[in-house]
Nanobody, 125 residues
Framework: QVQLVESGGGLVQAGDSLRLSCAGSGRTFGSYAMGWFRQESGKERLFVAGINWSSGSTSYADSVKGRFTISRDRAKNTAYLQMNSLKPEDTAVYSC??????????????????WGQGTQVTVSS
């Protein structure tokens, strides 16, 4: 059984940084992509960043380019989202996801198979 567990969310002020972690268990992710999505209350879940587990290639939403960095540690089966220069509009529930991808990076939420439970990030102004 594949499980993804996020951690690292919290309440911070604008301009601060946070690092989210997504620990995977139940399989290795060699031919998978992992991604981070966020969802504001009452709105749809949106793509934030994705990484191909094998190649390390990455992709970002325009709204976070230059501020967020996705990475993975294959030995720990864990993906990370480093979030710098946080803004109030970054406030959301952040979820990680994993899906079979070959050498691709997945940006559509429908392409992902496994999801974590989410972690709240709140940025105050």
């Amino acid at each position: 059984q594949v499980q993804l567990v996020e951690s690292g969310g919290g309440l911070v002020q604008a301009g601060d940084s946070l690092r989210l972690s997504c620990a995977g268990s139940g399989r290795t992710f060699g031919s998978y992509a992992m991604g981070w999505f966020r969802q504001e209350s009452g709105k749809e879940r949106l793509f934030v960043a994705g990484i191909n587990w094998s190649s390390g290639s990455t992709s970002y939403a325009d709204s976070v380019k230059g501020r967020f960095t996705i990475s993975r540690d294959r030995a720990k089966n864990t993906a990370y989202l480093q979030m710098n220069s946080l803004k109030p509009e970054d406030t959301a529930v952040y979820s990680c996801a994993a899906g079979p991808a070959g050498w691709r990076i997945l940006t559509s939420r429908n392409a992902y198979t496994y999801w974590g439970q989410g972690t709240q990030v709140t940025v105050s102004s």
